[in-house]
């Protein structure tokens, strides 16, 4: 890298560190900090004092899938290449400028590095280690494998690029990922048909021969013997070495597609988007010319979610995979629990973590919000309008992953009878926009009371950053139980669960949500009008 | 110089620039003109070695940038339209690090310059979030300028600037141009184009509707002290699909 971007990436650290001490003068930007801090420190605690740890010969098989599924995933769907897409500052100064387009990628892989020497320290806390040596070695395990991972999808990500024009390297990527799909359903139908046998079926020679390739950037992460350690590492460095020239090499045959994508986002015009939108769609619904004006935000809100890429395809998906799991109940019924199982998981963790990826609300407007200001609306019902928007989609989602697990559940005999009847599912659907729309309004709540906090939710690599996102999921889970307060009070007078009284509960939750967020919404929106939005960021 | 020969670039299998050509000599400031979407930003792109030509050559003091696009970049500088800088840099920090970029080792000169001159260099601790437009386009300029480039290309440097700006930034232009910089820029406020640039080249549709001098072109259009709009709405009104 030249001395001009060492200059570069200095001067940014300092400068942001010293930004950050200042705008921790501000007791609210202090106490999101302390949290960041306090939740490192407690992790650290965990760490010194050892737990029974895994076997790591036994877990290097189901590590090695892992890895095998992630490398699948990215060659499928992955988006990594954006990852090296400049910034509009990077466009302004370094394209123009006497810079070797290597230094430049250096530059952005740097950035990259920042990511996963914070994930490796993060890691080495959480993983229990013997003593000080043992966590040296673990972490730099850790970050060999994470650096691999990371340009990996990078890597990816640049070849399905430059598959995309070009017709035979299309026809290759395709095969790659029937092969790989049928791979994945190869394996999938393993496991479901012997869920028990899971570590054997790993275990088997031919699949040890598969995985192989995929335990080189593991090893050095999981093994615990110092001299299995050293044998362990230079393979794995020796990948590293080959993924950081392939990054490179796909770089530059990528040239051209990267710079236009940087160019795109620099311009802010419709191509800064064309990565993730589709253009030229017409909307879902038209919007009416005359009606209330909250109304077409929360229809501009939605459109932003309905125009993604990919989403036709994601339906599709979710409707073949609700065919699957209700044909695979008839045939095996615990095949299917499982899968039921495991998408009532992800109900939970969408419920708890969707809010800090779906931001199709007032988050995203943030920064128009002079703008919007402008309008002829009062506070709350501009934030009503947003706050329902993000909560629409988050219901939607959650609603999708809900009747794959119902339909993967109702025919297992070990799941409660009375949840597997219809009124449970129909109780959970009346639950969950009541639901959503509370961890929504607490998400938004922090964007009006806490503009730093938005801003600071997508960056990465600061305790105060670390901090906001803990107190945001934290704040969810506070929310949520808030909410279920009254049907946990009532539950113990309900013995026999019944399909009415479910669907009861389900619908008081909701009535005593959309309450509690109104009387928030009503309060927010004079806090909205009130925001100084700029002076709080340039802090 | 600034040489641009049968310069061709497409995005997505639309044309954006179609045999291009044109030369801009040393001291001559020449006004890229055309309505949006003529291409003027897609050929300054180019010519400052941010785009690839798909096909034909541009030169920068005789070099070809495709041949050798670092000894093309040091000789060159480019403002981009609402110029985008480094959050975290202050002014100063900015001013040294593009001098850093170029080699330039005393940079103490144009600080001084920027204090002197310009409204910007009271700031030279303020991030780019603090300052107004009129001095982050100061700011740029005195960026673009600081390796005394002997091609400077700008891109739309008068939009939205208020009077005092206007005049500062045509100051600096002029005074580039007069210590032989080869300037193009693009604007669409004709009149400051009038007064600042010798010749002009009016794209329409990427390519090359008319290049000369305003009264040249003027004259061949029987539009002699008529103002520069007339001529280019008169330009364009020709052979319009």
């Known amino acids: 890298m030249s001395d001009a971007l060492a200059y570069l990436v200095a001067r940014t650290v300092v400068n942001a560190a010293r930004q950050m001490v200042r705008r921790l003068r501000q007791?609210?930007?202090?106490?999101?900090?302390?949290?960041?801090?306090?939740?490192?420190?407690?992790?650290?605690?965990?760490?010194?004092?050892?737990?029974?740890?895994?076997?790591?010969?036994?877990?290097?098989?189901?590590?090695?899938?892992?890895?095998?599924?992630?490398?699948?995933?990215?060659?499928?769907?992955?988006?990594?290449?954006?990852?090296?897409?400049?910034?509009p500052a990077e466009v302004t100064w370094l394209l123009p400028a006497p810079l070797a387009r290597a230094g430049l990628v250096n530059l952005k892989l740097l950035r990259v590095q920042a990511l996963v020497l914070l994930n490796s320290v993060l890691w080495v806390l959480l993983l229990p280690s013997a003593d000080l040596a043992a966590s040296l070695?673990?972490?730099?395990?850790?970050w060999c494998f994470l650096s691999i991972l990371a340009l990996h999808r990078i890597g990816a990500g640049l070849t399905r690029s430059r598959a995309?024009?070009?017709?035979?390297?299309?026809?290759?990527?395709?095969?790659?990922?029937?092969?790989?799909?049928?791979?994945?359903?190869?394996?999938?139908?393993?496991?479901?048909?012997?869920?028990?046998?899971?570590?054997?079926w790993l275990a088997a020679p031919r699949m040890r021969v598969l995985l192989w390739p995929f335990t080189i950037p593991v090893r050095p992460a999981i093994t615990v013997d110092a001299a299995a350690w050293w044998t362990a590492l230079p393979p794995a460095l020796l990948l590293l070495v080959l993924h950081f020239l392939w990054v490179h090499r796909a770089e530059r045959a990528h040239e051209d597609e990267s710079t236009l994508q940087s160019l795109a986002r620099l311009d802010g015009s419709p191509g800064a988007a064309a990565a993730t939108l589709r253009q030229g769609t017409a909307p879902i619904v038209r919007l009416s010319p005359t009606g209330s004006p909250a109304l077409a935000i929360a229809w501009k809100n939605a459109a932003a979610v309905a125009r993604r890429r990919g989403l036709a395809g994601a339906v599709l998906l979710w409707l073949v995979l609700c065919v699957v799991v209700e044909l695979l109940a008839r045939l095996d019924a615990t095949a299917a629990a499982y899968i039921g199982a495991f998408?009532?998981?992800?109900?939970g963790f969408v419920l708890l973590t969707g809010p800090q990826f779906i931001r199709n609300d007032l988050r995203h407007d943030l920064p128009h919000l002079p703008a919007l200001r402008a309008l002829p609306l009062r506070g709350h019902t501009l934030l009503a309008a947003e706050v329902a928007s993000s909560a629409i989609t988050l219901t939607a989602l959650t609603a999708a992953l809900t009747l794959v697990a119902y339909l993967g559940l109702r025919m297992s005999s070990d799941v409660p009878a009375w949840l597997r009847q219809w009124p449970a599912l129909a109780g959970v659907l009346l639950a969950l926009p009541g639901f959503s729309l509370m961890v929504m309004v607490v998400q938004n709540a922090g964007a009006v009371l806490f503009p730093e906090w938005t801003h600071l939710a997508g960056r990465t690599g600061s305790a105060a950053a670390l901090g906001t996102n803990l107190l945001g999921v934290l704040m969810t889970m506070l929310g949520g139980a808030i909410l279920l307060l009254p049907a946990l009070v009532l539950l113990p007078y309900v013995p026999e669960p019944s399909g009415l009284a479910i669907v009861a509960t389900g619908l008081m939750i909701s009535i005593v949500a959309l309450a509690e967020c109104w009387l928030l919404v009503r309060w927010l929106g004079g806090r909205l009008e009130r925001l100084e939005l700029w002076e709080d960021l340039r802090t | 110089m600034i040489e641009a020969k049968a310069l061709?670039?497409?995005?997505?299998?639309?044309?954006?620039?179609?045999?291009?050509?044109?030369?801009?000599?040393?001291?001559?400031i020449v006004g890229l003109l055309g309505p949006n979407g003529a291409g003027k930003t897609t050929t300054l792109r180019m010519l400052a070695g941010v785009l690839r030509p798909e096909s034909g050559t541009a030169r920068i003091a005789g070099i070809d940038i495709l041949a050798d696009g670092l000894a093309a970049k040091r000789r060159l500088a480019f403002v981009a339209d609402e110029p985008r800088f480094f959050d975290y840099l202050t002014v100063e920090e900015h001013v040294r690090f593009v001098a850093r970029m170029h080699g330039v080792r005393d940079v103490a000169p144009h600080l001084e310059h920027l204090v002197e001159h310009t409204t910007v260099g009271a700031r030279l601790a303020a991030f780019p979030s603090e300052l107004s437009r009129g001095m982050r386009q100061e700011l740029a300029l005195a960026c673009a300028l600081v390796h005394e480039p002997a091609a400077l290309m700008l891109d739309e440097p008068l939009t939205g600037l208020d009077p005092i700006a206007i005049r500062r930034t045509k100051d600096v232009v002029r005074a580039a141009a007069a210590r032989g910089t080869a300037i193009l820029l693009s604007s669409h406020l004709l009149h400051l184009v009038t007064e600042l640039c010798e010749r002009i080249v009016l794209l329409r549709q990427g390519e090359s509707v008319a290049q000369g001098t305003i009264a040249d072109l003027a004259r061949a259009r029987a539009l002699e002290g008529r103002s520069l709009e007339e001529l280019f709405v008169s330009l364009l009104a020709d052979d319009t699909p």
């Open chain 1, 164 to 200: 995309a024009g070009s017709r035979w390297l299309r026809l290759v990527g395709a095969a790659v990922a029937g092969a790989l799909v049928g791979l994945a359903l190869l394996m999938a139908s393993g496991m479901v048909t012997a869920p028990e046998q899971a570590e054997a």
């Open chain 1, 343 to 347: 998408a009532a998981t992800w109900v």
């Open chain 1, 137 to 142: 070695r673990r972490m730099v395990g850790i």
């Open chain 2, 8 to 28: 061709t670039r497409r995005y997505a299998g639309r044309v954006a620039v179609r045999d291009l050509s044109f030369t801009v000599q040393p001291g001559e």
């Open chain 1, 27 to 87: 007791p609210r930007y202090l106490v999101t900090a302390v949290a960041g801090i306090g939740w490192l420190a407690f992790l650290g605690r965990a760490g010194l004092h050892p737990v029974h740890a895994a076997d790591p010969a036994a877990a290097l098989p189901a590590a090695a899938l892992g890895v095998l599924v992630f490398v699948a995933w990215g060659w499928l769907f992955g988006t990594g290449a954006r990852v090296l897409a400049f910034s």
